[in-house]
């Protein structure tokens, strides 16, 4: 069986594309990952999310340990089986979803113990319970447990949660149950303090990972600063290991991470987006539910692929959202996961090409120059 591995084919400035090797498949980076919280991509069907170029999903550990369970998905035959979704899977930890979403949280060196937001059972998420979780859903890549700092925080208390988030780390690291081509990433935290994640970086490659996220940023620290912590991180960071930024983002947020060297992504946007009427388009966001769409006979997007473009008008689409139709979830979600992944592809030209700073220009201008309005 072929191991877990991280190729470089070319690189333009920090910007590199590459190929992570698995055992169910490669994944080009630089990489954008549907999210499928609770084992499906909302409003898609599987083989639909491949259809738009997408090589790996993501799954969220504390979601599907709540329902169905791990355990009964391992007893199904595992999340690539149960999802039908044979290519690669990553999970998260389910450290952000304790944090952000259960309730009466109590927080201590031990772990987490909670009570689900579902039903108000009570439950204990620690390293090790989240790699045994993990290895039950049968994820390719794993996340260590971690604790997603809050934004504003004190640096102080970014330093004591960055240090607990590093000790989670190493227990995690010794819970990892290894399997042919499975890894498990690390988490650099340390909120926007420089020094804070310099630590972090050099405390996880001390544990020695396969891979780097960069955790704590998109919850409301703003692009300029994101970016800030990106170029003094990612510096610390292995330079033959694949980097994943996490929870982000909008289109300019992915090309300028990937412009600092980030290799994966994930965020919910496209898919939540879609679900409510507004589309991603090269020339920026469309919302459907404007009355301008109304008799609009023209595709949402010329030259885009998707069936939504191919075969419907945006008079169609606008119909759709305003009646609360379930194919208008299915119809803009497909076109935004096709728009997101043809922004990688794209990306992942111009770097073979050497091109990357003028196609990174050429997008962020067109994004920036509004959706024509109707003839």
Known sequence: MTSFSFNIHATDGQARTGTITTVRGDIRTPAFMPVGTVGTVKAMLPESVRDTGADIVLGNTYHLMLRPTAERVARLGGLHRLMNWPRPILTDSGGFQVMSLAQLRKLDETGVSFQSHIDGAKYDLTPERSMEIQALLGSDIHMVLDECTPFPASE??????????????????????????????????????????ERSAHALRDIDFPGYAVGGLAVGEGQA?????LDFTVPHLPQERPRYLMGVGKPGDIIGAVLRGIDMFDCVLPTRSGRNGQAFTKRG????????????????????????????????????????????????????????QGLMAGLRQAISAQTLLERASSLQAQYGSGDIEPI
């Not at 607990?164 to 780390?169: I, N, T, V």
């Not at 119909?319 to 119809?331: N, P, T, Y």
């Open 285 to 340: 966001t469309v919302n459907l539910r404007n009355a301008r769409h109304t008799d609009d006979p023209r595709p949402l997007e010329d030259g885009c692929g998707c069936p939504a473009c191919r075969q419907y008008s945006r008079a169609y689409l606008h119909h759709l959202v305003k009646a609360e139709e379930i194919l208008a979830s299915m119809l803009i979600t497909w076109h935004n996961l096709t728009h997101y």
């Open 225 to 229: 600063r994101m970016f800030e912590v």
């Open 156 to 197: 102080a208390e970014a330093e004591s949660s960055m240090e607990l988030s590093m000790r989670w780390a190493k227990r995690s690291k010794a819970a990892f149950r290894e399997a042919p081509g499975r890894a498990l990433f690390g988490i650099v935290q340390g909120s926007i303090h420089p020094h804070l994640r």
